[in-house]
Protein backbone atom coordinates (compact mmCIF):
# COMPACT_ATOMS: atom_id res chain seq x y z
CA UNK A 1 0.00 0.00 0.00
CA UNK A 2 1.14 3.70 -0.74
CA UNK A 3 2.81 5.67 1.93
CA UNK A 4 -0.40 7.35 3.77
CA UNK A 5 -0.21 11.18 4.85
CA UNK A 6 -0.46 12.26 8.47
CA UNK A 7 -3.85 11.90 9.60
CA UNK A 8 -6.10 14.80 8.71
CA UNK A 9 -4.27 16.14 6.07
CA UNK A 10 -6.55 14.77 3.64
CA UNK A 11 -10.29 14.94 5.09
CA UNK A 12 -11.67 17.56 7.53
CA UNK A 13 -11.34 15.31 10.66
CA UNK A 14 -13.99 17.44 12.93
CA UNK A 15 -15.72 18.74 9.97
CA UNK A 16 -18.89 17.41 11.38
CA UNK A 17 -18.98 19.64 14.21
CA UNK A 18 -19.05 22.60 12.17
CA UNK A 19 -22.14 24.93 10.54
CA UNK A 20 -21.00 24.19 6.79
CA UNK A 21 -21.73 20.62 7.63
CA UNK A 22 -24.85 20.55 8.77
CA UNK A 23 -26.61 20.55 5.36
CA UNK A 24 -25.32 17.40 4.50
CA UNK A 25 -25.21 15.50 7.65
CA UNK A 26 -28.81 16.16 8.23
CA UNK A 27 -29.31 14.07 5.12
CA UNK A 28 -28.03 10.65 6.59
CA UNK A 29 -30.19 12.39 10.10
CA UNK A 30 -33.20 11.83 11.32
CA UNK A 31 -34.78 13.31 14.58
CA UNK A 32 -31.05 13.61 15.65
CA UNK A 33 -30.57 9.70 14.71
CA UNK A 34 -28.73 8.29 11.79
CA UNK A 35 -31.30 7.06 8.83
CA UNK A 36 -30.92 3.23 7.63
CA UNK A 37 -30.19 3.07 3.84
CA UNK A 38 -31.18 0.26 1.88
CA UNK A 39 -29.09 -1.06 -0.55
CA UNK A 40 -30.59 0.94 -3.26
CA UNK A 41 -31.33 4.22 -1.05
CA UNK A 42 -29.23 7.16 -0.92
CA UNK A 43 -28.91 10.59 0.80
CA UNK A 44 -31.06 13.12 -1.36
CA UNK A 45 -29.63 16.29 -1.37
CA UNK A 46 -31.52 19.83 -3.13
CA UNK A 47 -30.67 20.72 -6.47
CA UNK A 48 -28.43 23.47 -6.16
CA UNK A 49 -25.61 21.28 -4.02
CA UNK A 50 -23.94 18.75 -6.26
CA UNK A 51 -22.27 16.16 -4.57
CA UNK A 52 -20.81 13.25 -5.36
CA UNK A 53 -20.78 9.59 -4.20
CA UNK A 54 -17.57 7.15 -4.35
CA UNK A 55 -18.68 3.96 -3.28
CA UNK A 56 -16.70 1.40 -1.83
CA UNK A 57 -16.75 -2.68 -0.05
CA UNK A 58 -15.48 -3.14 3.34
CA UNK A 59 -14.83 -6.64 4.73
CA UNK A 60 -14.99 -6.98 8.55
CA UNK A 61 -12.48 -9.88 9.45
CA UNK A 62 -12.33 -11.48 13.26
CA UNK A 63 -12.87 -14.79 15.17
CA UNK A 64 -16.65 -15.15 16.33
CA UNK A 65 -17.73 -13.02 19.08
CA UNK A 66 -15.49 -10.44 18.73
CA UNK A 67 -17.73 -7.76 17.37
CA UNK A 68 -17.85 -7.78 13.97
CA UNK A 69 -21.87 -7.42 13.80
CA UNK A 70 -22.12 -4.77 16.33
CA UNK A 71 -19.20 -2.93 14.94
CA UNK A 72 -21.23 -2.56 11.65
CA UNK A 73 -23.95 -1.49 13.49
CA UNK A 74 -21.92 1.21 14.88
CA UNK A 75 -20.65 2.98 11.86
CA UNK A 76 -24.15 2.81 10.40
CA UNK A 77 -25.81 4.48 13.60
CA UNK A 78 -28.52 1.61 14.43
CA UNK A 79 -28.89 -0.50 17.79
CA UNK A 80 -26.15 -2.54 18.41
CA UNK A 81 -27.36 -6.28 19.77
CA UNK A 82 -27.41 -6.49 23.55
CA UNK A 83 -26.85 -11.00 22.89
CA UNK A 84 -24.71 -12.30 20.93
CA UNK A 85 -25.19 -14.67 18.27
CA UNK A 86 -23.02 -16.02 15.40
CA UNK A 87 -23.87 -14.56 12.12
CA UNK A 88 -24.96 -17.79 9.62
CA UNK A 89 -23.81 -15.80 6.01
CA UNK A 90 -22.81 -12.69 5.03
CA UNK A 91 -24.57 -9.87 6.60
CA UNK A 92 -24.49 -6.48 4.25
CA UNK A 93 -25.01 -3.08 5.39
CA UNK A 94 -24.80 0.50 4.41
CA UNK A 95 -22.93 3.21 5.33
CA UNK A 96 -23.36 7.03 4.16
CA UNK A 97 -20.77 9.27 5.29
CA UNK A 98 -20.23 12.65 3.81
CA UNK A 99 -16.80 14.31 4.29
CA UNK A 100 -14.73 17.31 3.33
CA UNK A 101 -11.50 17.28 1.29
CA UNK A 102 -9.19 19.78 3.30
CA UNK A 103 -7.22 20.82 -0.18
CA UNK A 104 -10.04 21.25 -2.58
CA UNK A 105 -12.88 21.91 -0.11
CA UNK A 106 -14.80 19.84 -2.47
CA UNK A 107 -17.46 17.50 -0.23
CA UNK A 108 -18.06 13.93 -1.07
CA UNK A 109 -20.72 11.27 0.05
CA UNK A 110 -18.81 7.84 0.63
CA UNK A 111 -21.21 4.83 0.35
CA UNK A 112 -19.68 2.45 2.48
CA UNK A 113 -21.15 -1.34 2.10
CA UNK A 114 -20.03 -3.08 4.89
CA UNK A 115 -19.60 -7.35 4.56
CA UNK A 116 -20.03 -9.23 7.77
CA UNK A 117 -19.55 -12.87 7.65
CA UNK A 118 -19.64 -15.72 10.75
CA UNK A 119 -16.06 -17.25 11.39
CA UNK A 120 -17.87 -20.64 11.26
CA UNK A 121 -19.94 -20.17 8.20
CA UNK A 122 -16.44 -19.29 6.33
CA UNK A 123 -15.09 -22.03 7.10
CA UNK A 124 -18.04 -24.37 6.04
CA UNK A 125 -18.77 -23.39 2.67
CA UNK A 126 -15.54 -22.22 0.94
CA UNK A 127 -17.40 -20.34 -1.58
CA UNK A 128 -18.03 -17.30 0.89
CA UNK A 129 -14.32 -15.97 1.33
CA UNK A 130 -13.85 -15.31 -2.78
CA UNK A 131 -17.54 -13.52 -2.65
CA UNK A 132 -16.26 -11.59 -0.12
CA UNK A 133 -12.46 -10.81 -1.58
CA UNK A 134 -14.00 -10.08 -4.88
CA UNK A 135 -13.77 -6.40 -5.75
CA UNK A 136 -12.99 -5.57 -2.04
CA UNK A 137 -11.51 -1.43 -0.99
CA UNK A 138 -10.53 -2.38 2.34
CA UNK A 139 -10.57 -4.54 5.27
CA UNK A 140 -11.05 -3.90 8.64
CA UNK A 141 -9.21 -6.70 10.91
CA UNK A 142 -11.05 -6.97 14.69
CA UNK A 143 -9.64 -7.86 18.21
CA UNK A 144 -11.27 -7.48 21.65
CA UNK A 145 -9.62 -6.03 24.65
CA UNK A 146 -11.29 -8.32 26.54
CA UNK A 147 -10.36 -11.43 24.61
CA UNK A 148 -6.53 -12.06 24.27
CA UNK A 149 -6.93 -14.91 21.55
CA UNK A 150 -8.25 -12.45 19.13
CA UNK A 151 -5.41 -10.23 19.45
CA UNK A 152 -3.12 -13.36 19.37
CA UNK A 153 -5.19 -14.11 15.95
CA UNK A 154 -4.55 -11.14 14.12
CA UNK A 155 -1.42 -12.68 12.38
CA UNK A 156 -3.50 -15.23 10.97
CA UNK A 157 -6.53 -12.82 10.17
CA UNK A 158 -4.01 -10.24 8.00
CA UNK A 159 -2.43 -13.64 5.99
CA UNK A 160 -5.93 -14.70 4.84
CA UNK A 161 -5.60 -10.98 2.94
CA UNK A 162 -2.12 -11.24 1.73
CA UNK A 163 -1.35 -10.75 -1.82
CA UNK A 164 -3.76 -9.02 -4.56
CA UNK A 165 -5.08 -6.90 -4.54
CA UNK A 166 -2.33 -4.05 -3.53
CA UNK A 167 -4.30 -1.39 -3.48
CA UNK A 168 -6.32 -3.03 -0.25
CA UNK A 169 -6.73 -0.45 2.67
CA UNK A 170 -6.16 -2.30 5.76
CA UNK A 171 -6.75 -0.98 9.43
CA UNK A 172 -7.01 -2.73 12.61
CA UNK A 173 -9.91 -2.04 14.79
CA UNK A 174 -10.01 -2.66 18.66
CA UNK A 175 -13.70 -3.11 19.85
CA UNK A 176 -14.93 -3.13 24.00
CA UNK A 177 -12.67 -1.04 24.49
CA UNK A 178 -14.51 0.95 27.32
CA UNK A 179 -14.79 -2.21 29.40
CA UNK A 180 -10.58 -1.31 30.56
CA UNK A 181 -10.63 -3.10 33.67
CA UNK A 182 -11.42 -6.06 31.98
CA UNK A 183 -8.90 -5.85 29.12
CA UNK A 184 -6.29 -8.57 28.16
CA UNK A 185 -4.27 -6.40 25.95
CA UNK A 186 -2.21 -3.67 26.82
CA UNK A 187 -1.03 -0.55 25.32
CA UNK A 188 2.65 -1.37 25.35
CA UNK A 189 1.44 -4.15 22.88
CA UNK A 190 -0.69 -2.32 20.65
CA UNK A 191 1.83 0.23 20.23
CA UNK A 192 4.30 -2.75 19.56
CA UNK A 193 1.70 -3.95 17.07
CA UNK A 194 1.31 -1.29 15.02
CA UNK A 195 5.24 -0.86 14.99
CA UNK A 196 5.89 -3.88 13.67
CA UNK A 197 2.75 -3.88 11.18
CA UNK A 198 2.59 0.11 10.06
CA UNK A 199 -1.20 -0.68 10.31
CA UNK A 200 -3.13 1.88 12.64
CA UNK A 201 -5.43 0.64 15.46
CA UNK A 202 -8.51 2.59 16.41
CA UNK A 203 -10.55 1.53 19.22
CA UNK A 204 -14.34 1.06 19.50
CA UNK A 205 -16.89 0.82 23.12
CA UNK A 206 -19.13 1.90 25.01
CA UNK A 207 -22.51 3.47 23.97
CA UNK A 208 -23.30 5.37 20.67
CA UNK A 209 -23.64 8.76 21.87
CA UNK A 210 -25.14 11.23 19.07
CA UNK A 211 -23.98 8.96 15.99
CA UNK A 212 -21.67 10.91 15.03
CA UNK A 213 -18.69 12.02 17.38
CA UNK A 214 -18.16 8.48 18.74
CA UNK A 215 -17.66 6.78 14.75
CA UNK A 216 -16.16 10.28 12.76
CA UNK A 217 -12.48 9.09 13.79
CA UNK A 218 -12.96 5.55 12.43
CA UNK A 219 -14.78 6.24 9.38
CA UNK A 220 -12.60 9.53 8.50
CA UNK A 221 -9.81 7.74 8.73
CA UNK A 222 -11.20 4.94 6.42
CA UNK A 223 -12.41 7.81 4.25
CA UNK A 224 -9.46 9.14 3.90
CA UNK A 225 -6.94 6.51 2.93
CA UNK A 226 -9.65 4.99 0.55
CA UNK A 227 -9.32 8.11 -1.00
CA UNK A 228 -5.94 8.33 -1.31
CA UNK A 229 -5.58 5.02 -2.40
CA UNK A 230 -7.84 5.99 -5.32
CA UNK A 231 -5.75 9.49 -5.73
CA UNK A 232 -2.24 7.39 -6.26
CA UNK A 233 -4.13 5.08 -8.72
CA UNK A 234 -5.20 7.62 -10.44
CA UNK A 235 -1.74 9.20 -11.02
CA UNK A 236 -0.48 5.58 -11.55
CA UNK A 237 -2.85 5.00 -14.07
CA UNK A 238 -2.13 8.32 -16.43
CA UNK A 239 1.51 7.94 -15.67
CA UNK A 240 1.41 4.40 -17.55
CA UNK A 241 -0.88 6.14 -20.25
CA UNK A 242 1.86 8.59 -20.80
CA UNK A 243 4.13 6.60 -20.82
CA UNK A 244 2.34 4.36 -23.84
CA UNK A 245 1.24 7.07 -25.70
CA UNK A 246 5.46 8.50 -25.80
CA UNK A 247 6.13 5.27 -26.86
CA UNK A 248 3.44 4.76 -30.03
CA UNK A 249 4.99 8.24 -30.93
Not at 45 to 61: G, L, Q, W
Not at 172 to 180: Q, R, S, Y
Not at 221 to 232: G, I, K, P, T
Request: positive net charge.
Amino acid sequence: MAQVPPAGSIVVADWHRSADSKDFFSKILHKKRRKKFGLLESPVMPPHIAVDTVHYKIFISGKSGVGKTALAARLAGLKIPNMHYETTGIETTVVYWPVKLRESGRVLFFRLQLWDCGENALRRFDHLLPSCKEEVDAILFLFSFTDRTSFDDLSNQIAKWSGPPDRLVKLVVGTKFDLFMHSDVTEREVSKFQEERSFPVLRTGGEVSDGLGDVAPLLNCLAERLWHQDCVAARSASHRSQQETGTLI
